[in-house]
């Protein structure tokens, strides 16, 4: 027969008996061999005879884990949270700023040669008693509150930010880099101009004021730096391990972390006052062509100053550091308790 005509089942009793559903799938597989389709069918995909699916690897799934545990933040009452962060701060500076204020200037009018070291603390003290307001509203009182105020409430942001980012109590206070170098920032930079103020206010008499110069300024952040540390990273490290260490009779009584946050800021000044006198005698000796002064000089000057000058810049660092590190922990604790507990 021509190619053209169609064949019959009754000349071709064995296409009759075909199965008309193993010819369809006989040429569907054909057509997908060739890479053709039927008109409006789209093409079936053939995988590999030797494609292998390997599971997902333990280090992906943990970083999925991981990046999903990092997308959740404790955001809960966080304007109220700023708020006790705020409040306790501002608590510890109004507590402190009486007392340092005067003992600051105590230090730099006896540095410079104003007056003794005891008889400017016991005029100013007398001023504090029958005209405290003269004191509150001077201008040294408002730069030592901004100074501490400004440093309690950067470290206390920080530990908020770091309880938020990281998904944790509002409570928890941290001790790593990040809480020392932002402390440190804010502390130095109000200290900075409150230093520059205060040696020019109580500065060697008949002696306009001048530039600060570039080595005190760098004595003074070397200082700051040794006391922020003490004073901010030292006590939550070392507070539980000496709490370990006590008996349970003095544990009841005070715990490891106060007695941390007084010593380590006043242990520290034996160390740091040196290069606050040292300081103190480049700005108010500035060395000029005409006398100039020796090191060994200065050295002497800040050896017979070492012994009064670091007693007084203990007892300005117990109030400050000391008693204003253990006000604004336990305020802040406390107004983050009752932020976490309540409806």
């Known amino acids: 027969l021509p190619p053209s005509l169609p064949i019959s089942r009754e000349l071709h009793p064995e296409a009759a008996r075909t199965n008309p559903h193993k010819t369809q799938h006989s040429r569907t597989r054909r057509m997908a061999e060739r890479g053709t389709r039927p008109e409006g069918l789209a093409p079936v995909p053939v995988a590999p005879s030797d494609l292998k699916i390997k599971p997902p690897s333990p280090l992906a799934l943990a970083q999925k884990v991981d990046m999903e545990a990092k997308s959740t933040w404790n955001s809960i009452n966080l304007g109220p949270r700023l708020g006790a962060d705020l409040f306790s701060a501002a608590c510890a500076g109004?507590?402190?700023?009486?007392?340092?204020?005067?003992?600051?200037?105590?230090?730099?009018?006896?540095?410079?040669?104003?007056?003794?070291?005891?008889?400017?603390?016991?005029?100013?003290?007398?001023?504090?008693?029958?005209?405290?307001?003269?004191?509150?509203?001077?201008?040294?009182?408002?730069?030592?509150?901004?100074?501490?105020?400004?440093?309690?409430?950067?470290?206390?942001?920080?530990?908020?930010?770091?309880?938020t980012v990281h998904n944790r109590p509002a409570s928890e206070v941290t001790a790593g880099t990040a809480k020392f170098a932002a402390s440190s920032a804010?502390?130095?930079?109000?200290?900075?101009?409150?230093?520059?103020?205060?040696?020019?206010?109580?500065?060697?008499?008949?002696?306009?004021?001048?530039?600060?110069?570039?080595?005190?300024?760098?004595?003074?952040?070397?200082?700051?730096?040794?006391?922020?540390?003490?004073?901010?990273?030292?006590?939550?490290?070392?507070?539980?391990?000496?709490?370990?260490?006590?008996?349970?009779?003095?544990?009841?009584?005070?715990?490891?972390?106060?007695?941390?946050?007084?010593?380590?800021?006043?242990?520290?000044?034996?160390?740091?006052?040196?290069?606050?006198?040292?300081g103190l005698d480049v700005y108010n000796r500035p060395n000029a062509a005409a006398t100039p002064v020796s090191w060994a000089d200065r050295w002497r000057s800040v050896a017979k100053n070492w012994g009064i000058s670091t007693m007084a810049r203990i007892c300005r660092i117990i109030p400050a550091y000391g008693v204003g590190g253990v006000v604004n922990r336990k305020v802040r604790l406390s107004l983050m308790d009752k932020i976490e507990t309540a409806p």
């Open 94 to 163: 109004t507590l402190v700023a009486p007392l340092v204020s005067i003992i600051d200037r105590s230090i730099m009018e006896n540095a410079s040669g104003r007056r003794g070291l005891g008889d400017c603390v016991r005029s100013c003290l007398k001023e504090l008693f029958l005209r405290p307001h003269h004191v509150v509203f001077s201008k040294p009182f408002a730069l030592i509150f901004a100074l501490y105020g400004g440093t309690y409430l950067t470290a206390n942001t920080l530990d908020t930010a770091s309880s």
């Open 186 to 278: 804010a502390n130095i930079g109000i200290c900075m101009y409150k230093d520059q103020v205060f040696a020019r206010m109580f500065g060697p008499p008949g002696v306009s004021p001048r530039p600060v110069p570039a080595l005190t300024y760098a004595l003074f952040t070397l200082r700051d730096c040794m006391t922020i540390f003490a004073s901010f990273n030292v006590p939550p490290r070392l507070g539980p391990w000496l709490n370990g260490r006590m008996g349970e009779e003095l544990s009841e009584k005070v715990s490891g972390l106060t007695v941390v946050q007084f010593a380590a800021p006043a242990m520290v000044q034996l160390a740091s006052t040196p290069l606050h006198l040292l």
